[in-house]
């Protein structure tokens, strides 16, 4: 018996540390989905792993794409590139954060201005968890450098 307890008590906490893994790659997969369809202008797509209250922020986004940013888009060798570098979540709660290395991106920041490549630059991400399904949270467009 006293060799059972030992046995139980590793299972019961490998499970847990399983769940952890598994909502951790779930952020990782939404917030790696989003970043990838957001940052190369894939604006409906990046929808798909928003909160509905998200929306007004991609058809913000979308607003101010003009056609020399298309032209610029369709001009680039490679697609923009996003890492998760890091994810802020603790278990039980239903908020965090996730920060996003981005490289080789359009970036369309001024009015006036003409947008340009941004070779690498960070972005912080809020998400939201309900139940097992992870989902961005904007709150403003995304922007470098934190």
Same mark, same amino acid.
């Given at each position: 018996?006293?060799?059972?307890?030992?046995?139980?008590?590793?299972?019961?906490?490998?499970?847990?540390?399983?769940?952890?893994?598994?909502?951790? #790659? @779930?952020?990782?997969?939404?917030?790696?989905?989003? $970043?990838?369809?957001?940052? !190369?202008? #894939?604006?409906?797509? %990046?929808?798909?792993?928003? /909160? %509905?209250? $998200?929306?007004?922020?991609?058809?913000?986004?979308?607003? &101010?794409?003009?056609? $020399?940013?298309?032209? @610029?888009? &369709?001009?680039?060798?490679?697609?923009?590139?996003?890492?998760?570098?890091? =994810?802020?979540? &603790?278990?039980? #709660?239903? /908020?965090?954060? @996730? =920060?996003?290395?981005?490289? !080789?991106?359009?970036?369309?920041?001024?009015? #006036?201005?003409? @947008?340009?490549?941004?070779?690498?630059?960070?972005?912080?991400?809020?998400?939201?968890?309900?139940?097992?399904?992870?989902? =961005?949270?904007?709150?403003?467009?995304?922007? $470098?450098?934190?």
């Amino acid at each position: 018996m006293k060799a059972i307890l030992p046995l139980a008590v590793s299972l019961a906490i490998m499970s847990c540390g399983g769940k952890r893994h598994a909502m951790h #790659d @779930a952020i990782e997969k939404c917030v790696g989905g989003f $970043s990838e369809a957001y940052f !190369n202008y #894939d604006l409906a797509q %990046a929808m798909a792993y928003c /909160t %509905a209250d $998200s929306r007004p922020w991609i058809e913000f986004a979308a607003s &101010n794409i003009r056609q $020399s940013d298309i032209d @610029a888009l &369709n001009g680039k060798s490679r697609p923009a590139e996003v890492e998760v570098e890091s =994810v802020d979540y &603790n278990e039980g #709660d239903t /908020t965090g954060t @996730a =920060v996003v290395e981005i490289r !080789n991106y359009l970036l369309n920041d001024s009015i #006036d201005g003409q @947008a340009h490549i941004v070779e690498k630059a960070h972005a912080r991400l809020r998400f939201v968890v309900r139940g097992k399904e992870c989902l =961005v949270r904007m709150e403003g467009l995304p922007q $470098s450098g934190m």
